[in-house]
């Protein structure tokens, strides 16, 4: 398996516990992955170090957890050499690598989403802003680690946002901007597996993207995520397979971009249906740590399966009935500038049944766990409903020892209130 971060470490320790499982490589791991696999240095970059690693050690299947080796075209440079793995080829990838190319999809599929404009210079984007009411989206074209998309509330801002992103400040993400149309309603997220012709539900998720409790403060690569997301509905799911999902696997595979692995759909929930805000290549981060926690199904089977095309021969997958909420304890400074090197202690004291603790960005140093990242720890924990796991995954946090960290203390809000109105 390939990534570092808390997605990867909570893939790890559901892979790991598969009994077709016999050797577990992952590049380049963490402290909490190394738990579960063996750790090993590969450039990902370098696509044929990576297929001969494969070749050496006889891999039978790659997991590629992040976006970029998928939007680099690792996944399609495996298959060339007959390996197998869970992850789109380069083409298709780009639901997650280029906004523009999703929108344009859409487009062409009958797709709901909001109305927009791709622009490839700052005045042609300014012009195009004047189409636009506000409050407007604004969102670099390319990948920026989550952290792409501006909601200008004024016409100011959204100048300001624009030309930003065209002098660099999301380097080479924003040499095309997307001006969406701003929707209202509640987000939530959807995920399938697809082997490119057949498709599958994996599960719903919330997640809170802001810095700041109240959903307040700049985005982030999320910090925290509950599942499942009640608010979607049964009918709303099948809603969202048959007029987002399904139509989107079946545009591409007609295109000749046959999409293979899981599909994370994040949506606007309108009055007038579901709505594709964005696609995501790989599974969600935190998101992944709270369907893990929940997966009651063999995760390498599926994966296999996927990779194998045979999608349609296995059962679906089965899920824990418990609600799974997991709160992300940051560095300091994050997300402009974390601070790196505090310590951490006192996890195993923390880990109690019904909890688990991923690790996201952190280090050994001297024997000593330190952060080495933004987001360091996932501290996810089961429950009879949200507020239960909620309550369950707060008081794990308060047994870490980790002076320099922070954490939003409302992570499932929504769904609480809900609970506590019936």
């Given at each position: 398996?390939?990534?570092?971060?808390?997605?990867?470490?909570?893939?790890?320790?559901?892979?790991?516990?598969?009994p077709s499982v016999?050797?577990?490589?992952?590049s380049?791991?963490?402290p909490?992955i190394?738990?579960?696999?063996?750790?090993v240095?590969l450039?990902v970059l370098?696509h044929?170090?990576v297929?001969?690693?494969c070749?050496r050690?006889?891999i039978?299947l790659?997991v590629?957890?992040?976006?970029?080796?998928?939007v680099d075209?690792?996944?399609e440079s495996?298959?060339?050499?007959?390996i197998?793995?869970?992850?789109?080829?380069?083409?298709p990838?780009?639901?997650?690598?280029?906004?523009?190319?999703?929108k344009?999809?859409c487009?062409?599929?009958?797709?709901?989403?909001a109305g927009?404009?791709?622009?490839t210079?700052?005045s042609?984007?300014?012009a195009?802003?004047e189409k636009?009411?506000?409050?407007?989206?604004i969102?670099?074209?390319?990948?920026?680690a989550?952290?792409?998309?501006?909601?200008?509330?004024?016409?100011?801002q959204?100048?300001?946002?624009?030309e930003?992103?065209?002098?660099?400040?999301?380097?080479d993400?924003?040499?095309e901007v997307?001006?969406?149309?701003?929707?209202?309603g509640?987000?939530?997220?959807?995920?399938?597996?697809t082997?490119?012709k057949?498709v599958?539900?994996?599960g719903?998720?919330?997640?809170?993207?802001?810095v700041g409790?109240?959903?307040?403060?700049?985005?982030?690569?999320g910090?925290?995520?509950?599942?499942?997301a009640?608010?979607?509905?049964?009918?709303?799911?099948?809603?969202?397979?048959?007029?987002?999902?399904?139509?989107t696997?079946?545009?591409?595979?007609?295109?000749?971009?046959?999409?293979?692995?899981?599909?994370?759909?994040?949506l606007?929930?309108?009055e007038t249906?579901?709505?594709?805000?964005?696609?995501n290549?790989?599974?969600?981060?935190?998101?992944?740590?709270?369907?893990?926690?929940?997966l009651q199904?063999?995760?390498?089977?599926?994966m296999l399966?996927?990779?194998?095309?045979?999608?349609?021969?296995?059962?679906?997958?089965?899920?824990?009935?418990r609600?799974?909420?997991?709160v992300v304890?940051a560095?300091?400074g994050?997300?402009?500038t974390?601070?790196?090197?505090?310590?951490?202690q006192n996890l195993?004291?923390?880990?109690?049944?019904?909890t688990?603790?991923?690790?996201?960005?952190?280090?050994?140093?001297d024997?000593?766990?330190?952060?080495n990242?933004?987001?360091?720890?996932?501290v996810?924990?089961?429950?009879h409903n949200?507020?239960?796991?909620?309550?369950?995954?707060y008081?794990?946090v308060?047994?870490?020892?980790?002076e320099s960290?922070?954490?939003?203390r409302?992570?499932g809000?929504?769904?609480?209130?809900r609970?506590?109105?019936?």
């Amino acid at each position: 398996m390939l990534g570092s971060g808390g997605r990867e470490h909570a893939l790890a320790w559901k892979l790991a516990q598969s009994p077709s499982v016999e050797k577990f490589y992952t590049s380049p791991g963490n402290p909490g992955i190394g738990h579960h696999a063996e750790c090993v240095k590969l450039d990902v970059l370098d696509h044929a170090a990576v297929i001969q690693f494969c070749g050496r050690n006889r891999i039978d299947l790659v997991v590629v957890g992040p976006e970029a080796p998928l939007v680099d075209g690792l996944a399609e440079s495996l298959r060339s050499a007959d390996i197998l793995v869970f992850g789109p080829d380069k083409a298709p990838a780009q639901l997650e690598g280029s906004k523009g190319f999703t929108k344009d999809l859409c487009a062409r599929a009958n797709i709901p989403t909001a109305g927009y404009v791709r622009t490839t210079n700052q005045s042609d984007a300014l012009a195009a802003l004047e189409k636009f009411a506000i409050p407007v989206v604004i969102k670099a074209d390319g990948l920026a680690a989550g952290k792409g998309v501006i909601i200008a509330e004024t016409r100011a801002q959204a100048e300001e946002a624009i030309e930003m992103m065209f002098e660099g400040g999301f380097g080479d993400a924003g040499a095309e901007v997307v001006i969406e149309e701003f929707l209202t309603g509640e987000e939530a997220s959807f995920f399938a597996i697809t082997d490119g012709k057949n498709v599958i539900p994996f599960g719903t998720a919330q997640d809170h993207k802001r810095v700041g409790e109240g959903d307040i403060g700049p985005n982030t690569g999320g910090m925290g995520a509950y599942s499942p997301a009640p608010v979607l509905t049964t009918a709303l799911q099948k809603q969202v397979m048959d007029e987002i999902i399904r139509p989107t696997v079946d545009t591409l595979a007609a295109e000749g971009k046959p999409y293979s692995g899981v599909l994370f759909a994040g949506l606007m929930l309108t009055e007038t249906g579901p709505q594709l805000i964005e696609y995501n290549a790989r599974f969600g981060d935190p998101e992944c740590q709270v369907l893990m926690m929940r997966l009651q199904s063999d995760l390498a089977a599926i994966m296999l399966a996927t990779a194998k095309g045979q999608l349609g021969q296995i059962s679906a997958p089965e899920f824990d009935t418990r609600s799974a909420l997991t709160v992300v304890m940051a560095a300091k400074g994050y997300p402009s500038t974390p601070e790196k090197g505090g310590k951490i202690q006192n996890l195993a004291r923390a880990e109690r049944e019904g909890t688990k603790i991923f690790h996201a960005g952190t280090a050994e140093v001297d024997g000593k766990l330190v952060a080495n990242g933004g987001r360091v720890l996932n501290v996810t924990a089961l429950g009879h409903n949200t507020t239960e796991a909620q309550t369950k995954a707060y008081a794990a946090v308060d047994q870490i020892d980790f002076e320099s960290g922070f954490c939003r203390r409302d992570i499932g809000w929504r769904e609480v209130g809900r609970e506590r109105a019936v």
